[in-house]
Nanobody
Framework: QVQLVESGGGLVQPGGSLRLSCAAS????????MEWYRQAPGKEREWVAT???????NYADAVKGRFTISRDNAKNTVSLQMNSLKPEDTAVYYC????????WGQGTQVTVSS
């Protein structure tokens, strides 16, 4: 079993920044890939960013150049630095990893509004 707990969401004005964190615990030795997803009201959950155990990164086109995913293997955390936020970034953000099965965090709300 793996537990994922997100933090760092909140309300921010357009153009602002937020940093999300995801802490992993439990059977984490099998964790390699970690990802962030988001789900806006009335929309399907969508992939945002991936980081592999080796540090390889990929981003959705909608966030490329604005968001940065990183991980601290010693602390078993993955972070998402979000800059130049737009109203369309408003969503619940979820941390995800694949171990013996899919593991999801509970989500953290990000609201971008003036």
């Amino acid at each position: 079993q793996v537990q994922l707990v997100e933090s760092g969401g909140g309300l921010v004005q357009p153009g602002g920044s937020l940093r999300l964190s995801c802490a992993a615990s439990g059977s984490i030795s099998s964790i390699n890939l970690m990802e962030w997803y988001r789900q806006a009201p009335g929309k399907e959950r969508e992939w945002v960013a991936t980081i592999t155990g080796a540090g390889g990164r990929n981003y959705a086109d909608a966030v490329k150049g604005r968001f940065t995913i990183s991980r601290d293997n010693a602390k078993n955390t993955v972070s998402l630095q979000m800059n130049s936020l737009k109203p369309e970034d408003t969503a619940v953000y979820y941390c995800y990893t694949l171990g013996s099965k899919d593991y999801w965090g509970q989500g953290t709300q990000v609201t971008v509004s003036s």
